[in-house]
């Protein structure tokens, strides 16, 4: 069974469909990152699987308890971090972890643990008696994570968590993300920047105006895009020799740059073309010593996908 | 009771904060220089362990109604303009705990104030005022307290993001004129020997002043706090559902009826009269305020309208509307503005045809909330232009009564026309027709476009359900 599960789930404001009849599934352990531009309607759906905003339509369930009855039921066991937030003040880190975990209902006994391991966690330890206005913004950031940490939710829904830090901040969080990862939880986040998220997620959601466009495993999405694969060739010498025989093939391939070590390509079609480019080179004496096809990183996934979404759209 | 209390994660929170000790030093400082001063300037009084009570009393209704009160109004405020308050909404704590939790944990140094000061007061009283007036004034301070507290936490929910902490000025301004009200009541108070002296009739019973008040504190402070608890759990829900709409004014016309209804059958029998209709009216217009429907509540509705043809669409979408339910809401008060108007002896035909002017009138208001409803998506300052046009439906006909000296031109106004009657009745038949026609002609054009706004509502739902079909 899925942990969230979400069919035909419609926000409206008005006339204005915030999201659009999606369907979304993440089994436990998945890290799934939600793409989009601004306004494509991430914070909403994020803001409904948190139960902090109520579907115009559509059925979401958490773990199996639906969001809008057993609301209570999935606050325990889910941390959302929301992408405007701070933290109270007035009070000091473990004060604040403290009430988090009182709230959430930690046993007495563990409090204590958890927010050491929490504070470590993140890298705080050393603030501990500090009051929170005194941190900065990566430090309230990746306390936020802390006040999530304490109480060990199973489902992490993180909307665009680095947004306004710093590099360094942001190689932190990033960290702390890769770590809860690699210990199963299961993490819903949201980026407007590809690059954050990269490398991390199991599976990606490619929002658009309000629908999920593609959603699959970040290879799945790779596997099924259509279009042209990037193909380098390097070759010993004679490279514009090699070019102009590509060129003049009648494979479905383009050149489109050459440099002293390699001749890089866009193949349309199967593999079975790049295979025919290695045949035709070798044939005609070019020594080629590396073929290979640049696999496309989530940010060129998602121009793809966003480019094609915006050609099927009338005007 | 150990959840909502005892073992309150939110009290925690506001022990961690306003329990430090530098903080709490300094307001017990000013707390023991207050009580050691109140005792100093009264050595030497006539009777110093009564002037201490009094003294004591009014710090503790400052402490009670006013201190506390503020800052129970100023916890979501302050959730909402420093953005924790996404974390507030998530915590897995009941309405109730949460409640609880922002009443007594904002007001944990007050309340340890209240508790010192509540033994001055017995030890104070006890030899001047007697037992059952004590106790029955206890009564009142806690149940009015415990009213200011609820209205003010329920008056400042608000689930919208706010960018900076704004004041609450209604508030603010509420508490300027209390405070000399308080004063005086306490002045009133103690000259009636505490209440000893003061009875007053409700319906055919005599009931002790402090209790009746109590009673309607108390009346108003759990409906008060039965919406704080709906605003925890149904958030984007509007205050009052129907049947909480129609409840609450029945058990507000009811408690009024009790207390003006002996004095109608006493003196003054029209002003009385007519004072009750604009109070309960008054009431009407506030639960207006606290149920209304919006343009996404109208979109919502539109979806399980779908199919239907023109005629029947408007039908229920009027029942569903803020105008549908303005008018249960008016034939609630319109019944007991009929007893009362039948107790002060005042004609069928007057009372009738006032009756059908404030209805009229009170359309026109709830006209123009149902405009701002369905606009305000369009446009952000649509209730200016609205409130405005209001303002100036009351208060335009008083103005020009008192520029050109002419009392009936006030009638225009429903405030003028309840002074007029009252100054000097019967308005003649023909005034009451021309007033009828004036406030007809006012609402027409606001009815004209709500209609036309849900026919486009109509109208844009089927577009939609169309192209999602397709």
Known sequence: MSIIDARGLRKEYGTLIAVKDIDLQVEQGQVVG???????????????????????????????????????????????????????????????LRFFAKSYEVDSALIGGRIDAALDYVELEDKRNDLIR?????????????????????????????????PKARIQLREILRKLSSEGKTIVISSHILTELSGFCSHIAIMHRG?????????????????????????????????????????????TDISSSSITTEVRGGREHIASINKLLVQNNIKVY????????????????????EEQEPA | MKKLIGNNPIIQRYRFSSMRPKQFWMYAAVYIIVVLLLLFINIGARVPSEAIFTQILVFQLLILWVWSASNTSSAIREENADQTYDFFRMLPLSAHQKAVGIMVGKNLVALLFVGINFVLLILFALPSVGFVQLVQLLIMV????????????????????????????????????????????????????????????????EIPILLLISSVALYVGCWAYAGIIRKFIKEKECLFTRRGAVLFLLGCEVILLGIIGPQIEGGERLEINYAFWIGSLFVVMLISFGAIRTYDNYWDKSRMLGGKGQSEFLRKMFAHSNSGLAIL??????????????????????AGG??????????????????????????????VLLSSIFVVYIALPMICAIMFDKDSLMTASPFGLIIYLCEEPPLPTSGLALLLVYHIA?????????????????????????????
Not at chain 2, 168 to 192: E, Q, T, V
Not at chain 2, 329 to 350: D, M, P, Q, R, Y
Request: charged share 20%.
């Open chain 1, 211 to 255: 629908q999920i466009v593609r959603h699959g495993s970040v290879d799945e999405i790779r596997a099924n895009m259509e279009g042209a694969k990037v193909v380098s060739i390097s070759v010993l010498d004679q490279h514009e020799e090699a070019a102009d025989l590509i060129r003049n093939s009648d494979l479905p391939v383009t050149v």
């Open chain 2, 354 to 383: 006032v009756m059908a002017v404030l209805l009229l009138s009170y359309m026109f208001l709830v006209l123009l909330i149902e405009l701002w409803a369905l606009y305000r998506p369009d446009s952000e300052n649509i209730g």
């Open chain 2, 142 to 205: 806690l149940s009015v307290a415990f009213c200011a507290n609820t209205v003010s936490l329920l008056s400042s929910i608000k689930i919208e993001r706010r960018k900076r902490k704004s004041g609450n000025i209604l508030l603010l301004l509420l508490l300027l004129f209390m405070i000399p009200a308080l004063l005086g009541g306490i002045g009133g108070l103690h000259n009636s020997r505490w209440g000893r002296d003061v009875g007053v009739s409700f319906y055919i019973f």
């Open chain 2, 329 to 350: 809401l008016f034939s609630i008060w319109a019944l007991f503005s009929a007893i009362s108007a039948t107790k002060a002896g005042t004609s069928a035909f007057e």
């Open chain 2, 442 to 470: 006012l609402c027409i054009f606001p009815a004209v476009k709500v209609r036309q706004h849900w026919l486009r509502i109509r109208e844009t739902r089927e577009l939609v359900d169309r192209e999602q079909g397709s």
């Open chain 1, 290 to 309: 590396s073929l290979s096809e640049d696999k496309a990183d989530l940010e060129d996934l998602y121009m793809a996908i966003s480019s094609d979404q």
């Open chain 1, 134 to 166: 005194n941190l900065s913004r990566g430090m309230v950031q990746r306390m936020g994570l802390a006040t999530l940490l304490v109480r060990d939710p199973d489902v992490y829904l993180l909307d665009e968590p680095a947004s306004g830090l710093d």
């Open chain 1, 34 to 96: 939600l793409i989009g531009p601004n306004g494509a309607g991430k914070t909403t759906l994020l803001r409904i699987l948190a139960t902090l905003l109520r579907p115009t339509r559509g059925k979401v369930s958490v773990f199996g308890f639906d969001i809008e009855k057993d609301y209570l039921q999935i606050r325990k066991q889910i941390g959302y971090l929301p992408d405007f937030f701070n933290l109270y003040n007035d009070l000091t880190l473990e004060e604040c």
